[in-house]
């Protein structure tokens, strides 16, 4: 992708350093993965082009200007093995992690296995991660391959420094068998769509910000299909009674208080979209976020 500085609500500067930009975007177009609908390999550069028709001003009538913002392109995943192409965008994170914030626009969910390796290589100590998703994402295999979007959390918990203790799972509901019988005698952190619901936002979030009061890191991950199929309707495996982009954006609010290290939008789909509801609720997700967090 050539850099075009319109993209983002004209914030984006191709000419700032990394350690000068307050926030970094990197597409990764990659819906291999995928167990049901592909689609996602689309979304970086359809949330790029929905950025540039967007004023810079938060959802509250906040000034975006003043934000440093580059966004580096696509890391290509043509002619690439899925594993070729995750040593690739776990060395991109690495350089990216602790030197500015990086923001991933995924992509399927399995592109955040790379990127946890490479903030469990980066950051010492626990590693805080936040999963807002339909699904638990941690099966050991599925459909035969163990890198499947569907396995996101079983390679992430392989990692030095990410422990179930600080992972939580917020607005499942949706369980595959075999993540049943993973859970049995182990201990998680989810929070499934009933309880958020009954519990509130602010109050699930004050519990989560607790039980990450240890990590000095956190990473957040947004699987879209966390929002309800009628707010996002492009997604490979949408799953009813899910959360509204209201919802959505009160509780990155309230995470945004975390001593976030990086963030990812995921399986946004836009050919199994309708008028690109899902694309504009992941390109405002990010942009409110930046709101949250720099200004
Ligand atoms: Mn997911």
Redesign the pocket.
Known sequence: MSENNVIWNGLHNPDLKLEEADAVVLGLPFDGATSFRKGAAQAPGRIRSISTHIPPTTEEGRLLTKLRVRDLGDIEPAGLTQEQYFEQVSAAAERLFGRTMPFFIGG??SV?IPLLQAAAAVFQGPLGII?L?????LCEELGGNRLS??C?HRRSLECPGIELEHLFFVGIRSFEVQELQFLQGRHANIVTARTLYEQGISAVAAQICAGLSRCRHVYL?L?I?FLDPAMAPGTG?PKPGGFSSRDLFELLRHLARLPLIGMDV??VSPPLDQNDITSFAAQRAVTEMWGYLFL
């Open positions: 399927d969910h955040t999963h998703d339909a699904h638990l994402d979007h569907g996101t991950s699987d299909d495996t995921v399986e």
